[in-house]
């Protein structure tokens, strides 16, 4: 039987705040060593291009220190979708990502690309059925106070009186990082954790790749 030998994953959501999780990918399973936010920066003052550049390069120098520290075998990156964000946010997302494909270039370091799709259907980030009879609920308050009130209201109570939200696909990834990664979490992951989740989720769609090709 061919042996599988560890490999270590270092996974980036990558943006003006850039969610990473590192991984090591065995025949046992993924077991998470790290995992982390490169905490979001604001637009340094100056004129456009000149200041997006210096952002860039700052969000990227972060980047280049954090693969240094962890030194993976393997970089496993969100692909970018274009027209999914205002011209300007995507203007720096493109950006950090050149550097970085630079980096990847020049180091030669395996790099793996993956679309949000992707990833989502392979680690099995889909709604449950207990979220989507929430969404359901939800849905149906807010037509019913609607209907009798002739306004849409922002928010939705369930039957003892304590708010309820709809269920989104962040919502979704979260708690799906949380099943696989469980056991090696500080804590459970939260809503505002839903950058490190992804990246959570990106690393744990290489090692299922890895195990099948195996």
Not at 35 to 51: D, H, L, Q, R, W
Not at 52 to 76: C, F, H, K, S, T
Request: net charge positive.
């Amino acid at each position: 039987m061919e042996t599988i030998e560890p490999k270590r994953i270092l996974s980036l959501d990558m943006s003006s705040k850039t969610g990473w999780a590192l991984i090591v990918s065995t025949k046992d399973g993924p077991q998470l060593e790290e995992y982390g936010m490169i905490e979001k920066t604001s637009e340094p003052p100056g004129k456009y291009p000149a200041n997006y550049i210096d952002w860039a390069y700052q969000v990227y120098g972060e980047i280049v220190e954090l693969v240094d520290r962890l030194a993976p075998d393997v970089l496993v990156i969100e692909e970018t979708v274009a027209g999914s964000k205002q011209v300007y946010s995507q203007k720096i997302l493109e950006w950090i990502h050149f550097l970085v494909a630079k980096m990847i270039k020049e180091c030669q370091i395996e790099a793996v690309y993956l679309l949000t799709g992707q990833w989502r259907a392979e680690t099995g980030c889909v709604m449950s059925n207990e979220e989507k009879k929430k969404n359901k609920e939800v849905r149906e308050y807010k037509k019913k106070i609607e209907k009798a009130t002739g306004t849409k209201p922002t928010a939705a109570y369930d039957i003892n009186g304590k708010r309820i939200g709809l269920v989104g696909k962040k919502h979704v990834n979260v708690r799906r990082a949380n099943e696989v990664y469980g056991a090696f979490l500080k804590e459970p992951l939260r809503k505002k954790d839903e950058d490190e989740a992804d990246a959570l989720m990106l690393a744990y769609c290489y090692h299922l790749r890895r195990m099948r090709t195996l």
